[in-house]
């Protein structure tokens, strides 16, 4: 088969994916410093009736109408383009429905695209997941990786991307990578040392190696979209995710947009001291930082010192309360200045559960006005493992289709 | 005079002000929670012609074309319109234009319109102004209310209002109010310990008595705005004020935008225990919060109590290198989580400026990592004890014209 038009088609790929045509005006961010024109407003309406939808559920036109505060033709127009693209399905009739004209149900079709999610969180292996449009994961595969670092690290992304691509079953919405580090807005990975990456490109590299549109973020940032659309978040868009593994690291969603800071490292609290009263040596350099106190591999060695003995009084159980303690040492302060209502711990569950978590809890509480803070909600996130690929995925639809 | 229909008017004032309908499409936030009609695409692009003039200062009509991205027919449209309510003029032609049609220059008419702007931070004095549409001070009123609490401190505020509106010589933009205590986005008090204030609607309650538009906020949060509008703020967007008066607060601007908080208590750092080797007893019950080291009836006494000898080495010189550094352990952490690139203190001189922020900026270096926040900016306000009054005024601007 040869291209009608040379040098005017884009590189043909072995996937189909909705076009960036029909998705590009709703995935526009509004900033007052963009002007808007009246096709932002429709790309605009047609995220807001997919955002509805995605939310509430099923629901008839009128229902959307009325939920959006859309005229119910506007509905109707965007309604119809949205099926012809294959997002949105009638479902049947409202059940129980008044005499008349019975109301037909709407829905996202979450199955009619699907998305490649991939976590690079963990130095061990690569996960990588097809998940459909609603985040259910719907097939795995994990990459070892254990020692690659730089160009062959890249190399076993692409690996594991070209592998998931034989499982996809549905046109492909786009592809979201949960990196470790430092990573900007373009998807370039400023800085991540575990990998040995500096300045590396990876979403234009990969979204040209593979024609296909993809996504780069931090794998904490990755995290809280992940809880704020799948976990059991409040959904009062304030919610700092604080993922513990090698390192310690968060996520910050704040006014339901995440927050980026400076030089991208908002969430990169590890090398923040914490106390007062000395502590070990940090790779950093420093003493007392977070992750002295928190990071995975060092609870690990110390409980195994203490001869894993986790029971109430006993030295592991110690060790796991001081580890708390810290983490709520240095929560206490964020949570006072940013008001924070929720804040979720992700990591080891037999590391965080229990000792740790109360901990953290009572220290926050000790340290933070309790006329402010008291109903401060702090707990575990129940997305396990797979919390950095289903994140990876809403980072695609919200790049691709604007809602979140 | 008899009004011309009764019960349709809205009540007559004594000054006139820009009507709600001529700035109220262009005051809408742009929420992707929210519908978005064309009406809003213009009221958008008419606060980005404002914004860029606000700004970049006077140009011409292509220039603000060039600028916004926007067609010379809709900014000659927008322009011809913001000429007729008075928000701008036409300045003269450029100087050594090129031969042909000579471009003529634009700019806000910053004498067009007056702003009244009140500070009630201050528990001894409460402080007035009328600003025009630039942030600069043409008139000033205080009025002494040591010991005014609840209804009699909302009468002063009054008096203070009517005293300054026989001092206004232009239509009136609306009153901005920066009050301590916890504010709602409704201009709600929802908790001024010092004026025992709790729910107190001073928002609608001065909108009502004097018939123009108002808006009431934290008193840090005005100021993180009159520093980002009128200070010597970076422009990137994100910015930490941090006020130390009788209590310490903060004023966080992150993404342009203010942070609110789950509780709207965002920015309240003033009751977070700082370190973990103890402190003196706080009002609130427990020891050691940023207060009890920073607050400035605090250190003013400690300072008495060293016989106010400040010079290197000194007891006064201890003391305020100890407050610096409580400060620095609490904006370390800060700094770390949010990746801030510019912190402003707001205060006296006398206390915050040489040893204290010095102090501050060490505490800070030393308990973050170099790598990321090295070059972060820590300093001092140059807007000194006007910073609240022009923040309201920026409030104003903000609410009624879409610029920031």
Chains 1, 2 share one sequence.
């Not at 109707?76 to 109301?103: C, F, H, W, Y």
């Not at 060695?301 to 159980?317: C, E, F, I, Q, S």
């Not at 040492?329 to 000792?355: F, H, K, N, Y």
């Not at 707990?379 to 994140?391: A, C, K, Q």
Request: glycine share 14%; net charge negative.
């Amino acid at each position: 088969m040869t291209q009608s038009r040379a040098g005017t088609e884009p590189p043909r790929t072995r996937v189909s994916f909705l076009s960036q045509r029909s998705a590009g005006a709703s995935g526009r961010v509004l900033r007052p410093s963009a002007k808007l024109l009246p096709e932002d407003a429709r790309g605009h309406n047609r995220a807001l009736v997919l955002q509805t939808l995605f939310t509430v559920g099923q629901q008839s036109r009128a229902d959307v109408a009325r939920g959006t505060g859309l005229t119910r033709v506007t509905v109707s127009d965007l309604v119809t383009e949205l099926m012809a693209e294959g997002l949105l399905v009638e479902t049947g009739q409202r059940e129980g429905a008044r005499p008349g004209k019975p109301a037909i149900l709407l829905d996202i079709d979450r199955s009619s695209f699907q998305i490649i999610g991939i976590d690079l969180s963990d130095s061990a292996v690569f996960r990588g997941a097809v998940l459909d449009l609603g985040g259910s994961i719907q097939r795995r595969v994990q990459l070892p990786v254990t020692g690659s670092i730089g160009q062959a690290a890249i190399d076993q992304v692409a690996i594991l991307i070209e592998s998931l691509l034989a499982l996809v079953t549905a046109p492909l919405l786009g592809i979201g990578v949960g990196s470790p580090g430092i990573v900007d807005r373009a998807g370039v990975v400023i800085s991540a040392p575990n990998l040995e990456w500096t300045g590396v490109p990876l979403q234009a590299a990969l979204s040209e190696q593979f024609g296909v549109p993809v996504v780069v973020a931090n794998d904490a940032n990755a995290a809280v979209l992940a809880e704020h659309s799948f976990g059991d978040a409040s959904g009062e868009g304030d919610l700092m995710l604080v993922r513990v593994g090698r390192g310690v690291g968060a996520g910050l969603l704040l006014g339901g947009a995440l927050l980026y800071g400076s030089r991208f490292a908002a969430g990169e609290i590890g090398h923040v001291v914490v106390g007062t009263d000395g502590g070990e040596l940090c790779s950093c350099g420093t003493h007392g930082c977070l992750e002295t106190w928190l990071a995975a591999p060092r609870l690990e060695a110390k409980l195994a010192d203490a001869a894993l003995d986790t029971t109430p009084g006993a030295a592991g159980d110690t060790i796991l309360r001081e580890a708390g303690r810290r983490l709520g040492i240095a929560l206490a302060t964020i949570v006072g200045a940013l008001d924070l209502s929720e804040v979720v711990l992700s990591g080891p569950e037999r590391l965080l559960d229990g000792s740790l978590v109360e901990a953290t809890r009572e220290t926050i509480r000790r340290r933070t006005m309790e006329r402010l803070h008291g109903g401060l909600t702090l707990r575990l996130s129940t997305l396990g493992d797979d919390i950095v690929l289903r994140g990876a995925a809403v980072m695609v639809i919200s790049s691709r289709l604007g809602v979140s």
